[in-house]
């Protein structure tokens, strides 16, 4: 047995015909079988694609073609992210049994690369929820403690990756739901800058937050991924024209003279002393390789969550109102068409969608919008003026991903409050829109804590320069679930 591996590694041993990749493939599907019943990360499996996929892989190779960074390795989709043909559930009963008639824009760019995907992945229901525990139809389990969160909504992409039961996975994040579950996971997980990767195909929550982004092993795959998904797409009006970047450039093992700022505010009380000490003693590391550490307030970080947790619930009030049971998904019927939409919307979404959806249609309501929400718009202006006073000074900010490591399964079921407070260091990035990313940093109790890394806006390079950096010289914390080993 030897342990599961990264994109680069993998490519490199297609290349030389060490392995096929039917054979890699049926690898990972073994080691699906074995551990699935108790991680339980995906609510679909596309074994049959995935080998014919493989199989086309291998005859590119044997007639030497050249291939892809991510040709032939085996994957995980959100189900959140449209595959033409597959359920695309939401992990909600709304649409358990919908299937995509199209592609999303980051698939179309996947399958011009020839990647394989084992299937979709379970979230939180339409990605409303920090643990996973949000979906219609299974708890997904975190590998590190089986008793414990993936995180979420992304939790089911983590959990996969962490498990050893895909290479990598595609998650969305709204609020942090790729950073805080590869926190609690131990992996490298990328909110990119909004506009840089398309939304098209994208099951909306909060339009002007979500963003899809890689899960992955290492800072090396995250890079890789990156490559494969960026770019402008005139199918989404919010996608960001700019040049193509190749950003396996950007991983340099140097932070010399970079700036890195500490934003007293996240390490504020709230944050568990010993994730506290795993951060300084990263803050140290960064310290000892060259940089410069300068400590920076940014005050106005402290209303943040508030004003996500009406923002958002606001747009996802209005992009769930689609969900009705007349054009697609669930319906029930009923008497007459209001009958049948309060039927079908009750029995279609959980207990979390629809005290968002009640939140948000709150706020937006004739007597109440000046008072939450449009105040709530002033408050996310604020915070992103805070973020670029601190970016004039540093090149990175760091952080805590969230304020402890994993917490158990049903610890904060019944109350919410709780659950949306371990969003406090992630949300304000979907807030300003400015790219950020999780990276292990240490350890508590056998479970990953996690760093996140800030840069100003389309700087992925930087981020992806400093994370590698850390990776590179903190060798002693590359560990792993026992159950990621993959025979190959």
């Known amino acids: 047995m030897v342990e599961a591996s990264t994109i680069h590694v993998l490519h490199e041993k297609l290349v030389t015909g060490e392995i096929t990749s039917v054979e890699l493939t ?14 339980q990360a995906f609510l679909s499996d596309n074994r049959e694609y995935a080998l014919e996929a493989a199989a086309a892989v291998d005859k ?55 990647y394989v995907s084992l299937g979709k992945t379970n979230m939180d229901e339409f990605a409303m929820g ?27 992409s983590a959990a996969a990756v962490a498990s050893g039961e895909a290479v990598w996975a595609l998650g969305s ?43 992955t092993t290492d800072v090396t795959d995250c890079a890789i991924v990156l490559n494969a998904i960026a770019g402008h797409d005139s199918k989404d009006s919010t996608s960001i024209v700019q040049e193509k970047k190749d950003y396996k450039k950007a991983l340099v093992n140097d932070v010399r003279g970079l700036k890195i700022g500490i934003p007293e505010e996240y390490f504020a009380e709230g944050l568990d002393s010993e994730c506290r000490k795993a951060l300084e003693e990263a803050i140290d590391t960064y310290k000892k390789l060259g940089a410069e550490i300068i400590s ?31 054009g697609f998904g669930l319906r029930i019927p009923g008497t007459d068409i209001v009958d049948m939409y309060k039927k079908t919307r009750s029995a279609g979404f959980g207990a979390e969608v629809k005290r968002r959806i009640l939140l948000g249609t709150y706020v937006l309501s004739s007597g109440y ?44 079921t019944d109350d919410p409050l709780a659950m949306y407070l371990g969003d406090i260091c992630t949300v304000t990035l979907n807030l300003t829109g400015l790219p950020g990313m999780n990276i292990c940093c240490g350890y508590k109790d056998g479970l990953p804590i996690g760093m996140q890394l800030i840069a100003k806006a389309l700087d992925e390079e930087t981020l992806l320069r400093t994370a590698y950096t850390f990776e590179q010289n903190r060798t002693d914390l590359k560990k792993q679930p026992p159950m990621r080993e993959v025979e190959l």
Request: hydrophobic share 35%; glycine share 8%; proline share 6%.
């Open 26 to 39: 049926k690898k990972y599907l073994a080691h699906k079988d074995a551990v699935e019943p108790r991680v």
């Open 60 to 114: 590119k190779i044997a007639a030497g073609e050249s291939i892809s960074d991510l040709a032939g390795i085996p994957s995980a989709i959100k189900d959140n992210i449209c595959i033409k043909g597959q359920n695309a559930t939401c992990a909600s009963r709304m649409l358990e049994n919908f299937k995509s008639p199209y592609n999303a824009t980051v698939i179309e760019k996947l399958m011009n690369a020839d």
């Open 130 to 156: 920090s643990s996973t525990e949000n979906s219609a139809f299974q708890i997904t389990h975190n590998p590190w403690n089986l008793d414990c969160v993936p995180g979420g909504s992304s939790g089911g």
């Open 173 to 215: 994040d709204t609020g942090g739901s790729i950073r805080q579950p590869a926190s609690y996971c131990g992996l490298v997980g990328m909110k990119p800058t909004y506009g840089l990767i398309s939304r098209y195909g994208l099951i909306a929550f909060a339009s002007s937050l979500d963003q899809i982004g890689p899960i």
């Open 296 to 326: 920076l307030k940014m005050p106005h970080m402290k209303y943040g969550l508030a004003a996500y947790y009406i923002i958002a619930p606001a747009e996802a009030s209005s992009n769930l109102a689609r969900f009705d049971g007349v």
């Open 369 to 412: 919008y000046d008072a939450y929400y449009l105040r709530a718009m002033k408050v996310r202006t604020l915070v992103k003026s805070d973020y670029d006073e601190a970016l004039k000074q540093v090149d990175v900010l760091l952080t805590p991903t969230v304020p402890d490591t994993a917490f158990k399964i049903g610890q904060n």
